[in-house]
């Protein structure tokens, strides 16, 4: 249950939203209303445990301002298009065709209140310690994760600066599906992202017309 400051911001936010959805795509309405107040409930229990930045107006703020970049860039004519490799888009107009926003540091700051790090354990210091040795050597080094949501990225850089390996968690890249370079909402997360892109087999069986393309994407 929400409280009254809480509610009355996701009942605002809510009715925003609705408004900027075009008839034509008001599928999209009912999942992102219920990750709207899944959003909002994650981050009234940070607020209640002090984190003023988990605030209800900061909070509609955050969500509102993905899904507007989600509406610019996940769709329609502006939609971003991946290619085989992607580097994070940090905000360097000169490198990233005009382009100001650092998208790393959206996902982080979209996702960090939602998360309890202050009670949060990193097991295993000594392992990534020996990881980022083997890096700082010019080794390669393959982290497997038990993939457990769409912010997995953001959670891992978010323990990787925790226990002081910021700058790393900056430089990982990460192996994305298609899901998270042509989902609307997923796209900006994934554009503060290096990533190289690849298809699943269950994707390029899906469509036989489409499947070379994919398969030699993955090549």
């Known amino acids: 249950t929400l409280t009254p400051e809480f509610q009355a911001a996701l009942d605002q936010s809510a009715a925003m939203l609705k408004a900027s959805i075009d008839e034509d795509k008001s599928s999209y309405a009912e999942p992102l209303l219920y990750f709207m107040k899944e959003y909002f409930t994650a981050n009234q229990a940070s607020f209640l445990k002090g984190n003023k930045q988990a605030a209800p107006d900061k909070t509609a703020e955050r969500f509102?301002?993905?899904?507007?970049?989600?509406?610019?860039?996940?769709?329609?004519?502006?939609?971003?298009?991946?290619?085989?490799?992607?580097?994070?888009?940090?905000?360097?107009?000169?490198?990233?065709?005009?382009?100001?926003?650092?998208?790393?540091?959206?996902?982080?700051?979209?996702?960090?209140?939602?998360?309890?790090?202050?009670?949060?354990?990193?097991?295993?210091?000594?392992?990534?310690?020996?990881?980022?040795e083997y890096i700082q050597k010019g080794e390669n080094v393959v982290f497997l994760a038990n993939h457990q949501s769409e912010a997995d990225p953001q959670v891992f850089s978010c323990m990787l600066e925790?226990?002081?390996?910021?700058?790393?968690?900056?430089?990982?890249?990460?192996?994305?599906?298609?899901?998270v370079t042509t989902d609307p909402l997923a796209i900006p997360f994934s554009m503060g992202r290096n990533l190289v892109c690849i298809h699943s087999k269950k994707h390029i069986d899906s469509d036989s017309e489409t499947k070379p393309l994919k398969q030699k994407q993955n090549l």
Request: proline content about 1%.
């Open 162 to 179: 925790k226990v002081g390996y910021g700058k790393q968690a900056e430089e990982v890249i990460y192996v994305a599906g298609h899901k």
């Open 64 to 132: 509102l301002d993905g899904i507007q970049l989600g509406m610019t860039y996940g769709m329609g004519a502006t939609k971003y298009r991946f290619g085989v490799s992607h580097t994070a888009m940090r905000g360097n107009p000169e490198t990233e065709e005009g382009n100001t926003r650092d998208y790393y540091e959206f996902g982080c700051e979209f996702f960090r209140h939602v998360m309890d790090l202050e009670d949060s354990v990193v097991l295993g210091k000594e392992n990534l310690d020996q990881a980022f």
